[in-house]
């Protein structure tokens, strides 16, 4: 199975500032075949960003998302109020599909 | 608007099962494959299988195979997972998701979740 580490597991920023947030993967992602989720608590994760780069139906343009191979990053911007959150990566270029651990990303 | 409505929470004694329903509405049911992804407290999400309903064929992650099934009613727009011989570590929140794969000569190929359900707690307590 591929496991994918994201980091850092927090972020603390202020709402305005950039996150930038990693997802590695222990092997290569099929045809960079990696989505991001955002997720609040008591809430079914949220697409963001699906085949690295490509922003979902809706998600703001502060939202951005690259990579390839092994390295993938997701970046937001300027934050605001409503992005403190947990984001996962997910892959699905091979079975079983899978997902990060998380990256919470707090108010400073 | 694709909607995603899951049944209730459930608590279970070891050694039983559990069914966990997830309607769908705003689309074509058989247009699309659902997926079952669970995610116990604290951790990252973990894609459990899937369904495609227009050729009632499911996959399911090795991890789980002999224990969980995943069927659907079309009459009903409604696609199930069973999860039997539950374990305490069995304990987590259940999504249903449309899973956005692609068909190629090869089959199916399972995607990425753009709907979700809102989540069924699965507790497994003596």
């Keep these: 199975d591929i496991v994918l580490t994201q980091s850092p597991g927090t972020l603390s920023l202020s709402p305005g500032e950039r996150a930038t947030l990693s997802c590695r993967a222990s092997q290569s992602v099929r045809s960079s075949k990696l989505a991001w989720y955002q997720q609040k608590p008591g809430q079914a994760p949220r697409l963001l960003i699906y085949g690295a780069s490509s922003r979902a139906t809706g998600i703001p343009d502060r939202f951005s998302g690259r990579g390839s191979g092994t390295d993938f990053t997701l970046t937001v911007s300027r934050l605001e109020p409503e992005d403190f959150a947990v984001y996962y990566c997910q892959q699905y270029g091979s079975s079983p599909k899978t997902f990060g651990q998380g990256t919470k990303v707090e108010i400073k | ?126």
């Excluded at chain 2, 459930?10 to 329903?21: L, N």
């Excluded at chain 2, 495609?52 to 099934?69: D, E, S």
Aim: aromatic share 12%; glycine share 10%.
């Design chain 2, 1 to 126: 608007q694709v909607q995603l409505v899951q049944s209730g929470s459930e608590m279970k004694k070891p050694g039983s099962s559990v069914k966990v329903s997830c309607q769908a509405s705003g689309d074509t049911f058989s247009n699309y494959a659902i997926s079952w992804v669970r995610q116990a407290p604290g951790q990252g999400p973990e894609w459990m299988g899937g369904i495609i309903p227009l050729f009632r064929t499911a996959n399911y992650a090795q991890k789980f195979q002999g224990r969980v099934t995943i069927t659907t009613d079309d009459s009903t727009s409604t696609a199930y997972m069973e999860l039997s011989s539950l374990r305490s570590e069995d304990t987590a929140v259940y999504y249903c998701a449309r899973d956005k794969g692609i068909h190629d000569s090869s089959g199916y190929h399972y995607g990425y979740f753009d709907y979700w359900g809102q989540g069924t707690l699965v507790t497994v307590s003596s």
